[in-house]
């Protein structure tokens, strides 16, 4: 499976975004999908996550109520609207797909995305 992120870009504080993850591959459907962000020097964490059988989320405290992740099986494609966005959520996002690892561990996912970069400036 390969991943493309894109949808990233410069926005104030308060504003919204919609990142897409494009894969490619005809498996898609079999995994299980996620997002993660890494800010300057600071460790990759999760963000939130889907399964793709049934459609299941999960999301961090920090952007709970605020971010939505989708997917659209019939075009290969994950989305994470987000809103309300803050400065603490600059970081580069990255779009990951595993097999029953655990969601919120980056150890969890097999394949990654180049990433894109999400700035909000205050």
């Known amino acids: 499976v390969q991943l493309q992120e894109s949808g990233g870009g410069l926005v104030q504080a308060g504003g919204s975004l919609r990142l897409s993850c494009a894969a490619s591959?005809?498996?898609?459907?079999?995994?299980?999908m996620g997002w993660f962000r890494q800010a300057p020097g600071k460790e990759r964490t999760f963000v939130a996550a889907?399964?793709?059988?049934?459609?299941?989320?999960y999301y961090a405290d920090s952007v709970k109520g605020r971010f939505t992740i989708s997917r659209d099986n019939a075009k290969n494609t994950v989305y994470l609207q987000m809103n309300a966005l803050k400065p603490e959520d600059t970081a580069v996002y990255y779009c990951?797909?595993?097999?029953?690892?655990?969601?919120?561990?980056?150890?969890?996912?097999?394949?990654w995305g180049q990433g894109t970069l999400v700035t909000v400036s205050s």
């Open positions: 591959g005809r498996t898609f459907s079999s995994y299980d």
């Open positions: 990951a797909a595993r097999r029953g690892g655990l969601y919120n561990l980056v150890s969890g996912y097999d394949y």
């Open positions: 889907i399964t793709m059988s049934i459609g299941s989320t």
